[in-house]
Structures are given as C-alpha cells and as structure tokens.
C-alpha cells in the first residue's frame, strides 16, 4: 500500500534534512581537524585588529576633530583582514582536490550541491565569528560606542567579511587551484581601486566604484557624508552579495556536472 502523499512528503523532508546534518557534521569534522583552519582564522582577526588600531593612532586630528570618518578609520583593518579570509574559503575546496580527499567525499555525499551548501554554512559561520571578534576589537581599539551608525558600520563589515568568504569560495569550487582561485579572487577585489583612480572621467569612476565588490561592499562602513556616496551603505553591500551569489551559482553548476 502507497503512503499518503503527506506522509512520503515528511519522509523524504525528513530524509534531505538528515542527510543535510551528516553532510555538516563531515565538513565540520575535516575543518577543525585542519590546524591551518583555527590558526587562518585567528591571523585574520589578529591582523584586522592590528590595522586597525595602526590606522587609529597614525590618524591626523585637528582641533574640531578628526578628518576621516571615524568608523570608517576604526575598521580599516577589514581591507586586510579579507586577504586572509579569502584564503581560508579557498582553501575549504582546493585542499581536497589537490590531495585526492574530494572523491572520498562525493562517494560518501553523493549529493554535491549538498555538500558545497555545507562548506558554505560553515565557512560562513566560522568568518562570522571571527569577524565579529575582530570588528568588536577593532570599534573598540578606536575608542568608539555603538550608536546606530557605527553598530552599523561594524556589523555590516562582519557581514562584508562573510560575502568575500562566500566569493571565494564560489571562484574557487569553479576553477579548483588554489593559487589561481586566491589570485582571481584578490585580483577582482582590488582591479576596480586600481582602474577607478586611474580613469580620467569622473562619470566613469563612480559607475566603477558602484560595481567594485571591494569598493561597493565599503560603503558600509561610511557613518560621515553618506549622501556623497555613489550608493547607499547597505546598497553598497548589495552589490557584494550579487557577486557572491553569482560565484556561488557558477561554482555549484561546474560542481555539480564537472568530474571530480
């Protein structure tokens, strides 16, 4: 006799979710088993916090106070802080292809858009973490409270952290290598800065400071002059999560029909 269609509706929810937790509980367990992984994590704070609190006491003060838009100054460490962040992603998916482990875990998780979700969540988590930490100290290092402003600035430079995970990690289930993967990545970060101070229109610049991932995704931290900026803050990081996402798509796609 045929289960009612609620019942194998439950049973096959029910089914995608355990598989959902196994899939998690493996790539949780080849994550903190990884020594590179805490130690990345820790460097990426680390280093944040340090430019930060660098950026903070090198900053020109006048009389009617500083010149730069203080939160802003205060999480200056994040445009470090990323360049580790985009290893860590990278190194999630690379690792396993270039020691062979990548078809250990497909035979085991057959379910690849799965187990690519799985890294995701927890690559996301982890930065999540670790970002908070490090904008927390870094707001603090600068002398700073949390009105709605810079409460603001610093959780959406966590969150800006974690869509530059999510990136990498998109470029890098879609292109394998790591040194290739962490040179597209760093490269589509910082090609927009480059390209933007160079060109000679300024209709141009701005059109290129809206696309930037790096130079969009930013704009969260602005807490002074908001109406100057070519988008609105959380506009800006708007714009980073569609790059995010895009990665992630293209990635998932060459996941999911590419050989391992």
């Known amino acids: 006799m045929s289960l009612p269609a609620a019942e194998l509706s439950r049973a ?8 959902g937790r196994e899939a998690l509980h493996a790539e949780w367990t080849k994550l903190r088993t990884v020594a590179s992984t805490g130690w ?3 460097g990426a704070a680390v280093l944040t916090v340090a430019v930060s609190t660098a950026a903070d006491a090198g900053a020109t003060c006048l009389s009617t106070g500083c010149q730069a838009d203080p939160a802003k100054l205060s999480l200056t460490g994040v445009q ?5 962040v985009v290893i860590i992603a990278v190194l999630v998916v690379s690792n396993e292809y270039s020691t062979g482990m990548i078809r250990i875990t497909l035979t085991a998780m057959p379910r ?16 999540l973490v670790a970002g908070a930490v490090a904008a927390l100290e ?13 409460l603001r600035a610093a959780s959406g430079s966590v969150l800006y952290l974690v869509l530059i995970a999510l990136l990498s990690l998109g470029i890098a289930t879609a292109v394998r290598e790591s040194a290739v993967a962490i040179g597209l990545v760093l490269g589509l970060l910082y090609v927009f800065p480059v390209v933007t101070s160079v060109a000679g229109n300024q209709h141009w610049q701005r059109h290129l400071e ?7 995704g930013l704009y ?3 807490t002074a ?8 803050p959380w506009q800006g990081l708007g714009v980073l999560a569609l790059w995010a996402a895009g990665a992630l798509i293209i990635g998932a796609l060459i996941f999911r029909f590419r050989d391992a």
Do not use: D, H
Not at 80 to 84: D, H, K, L, R, V
Not at 112 to 126: D, F, H, I, P, Y
């Open 12 to 19: 096959r929810y029910g089914g995608r979710a355990r598989y």
């Open 138 to 150: 870094s707001v603090l290092a600068g002398r700073l409270i949390l009105p709605g402003p810079v």
């Open 40 to 42: 990345l994590l820790l």
């Open 220 to 222: 969260i931290q602005a």
């Open 225 to 232: 002059n908001l109406g100057s900026l070519p988008l609105t």
């Open 210 to 216: 809206q696309i930037g991932p790096m130079t969009a």
């Open 80 to 84: 470090a802080g990323q360049a580790i």
């Open 112 to 127: 690849r858009l799965t187990v690519l979700a799985a890294k995701a969540v927890l690559v996301a988590g982890l930065v």
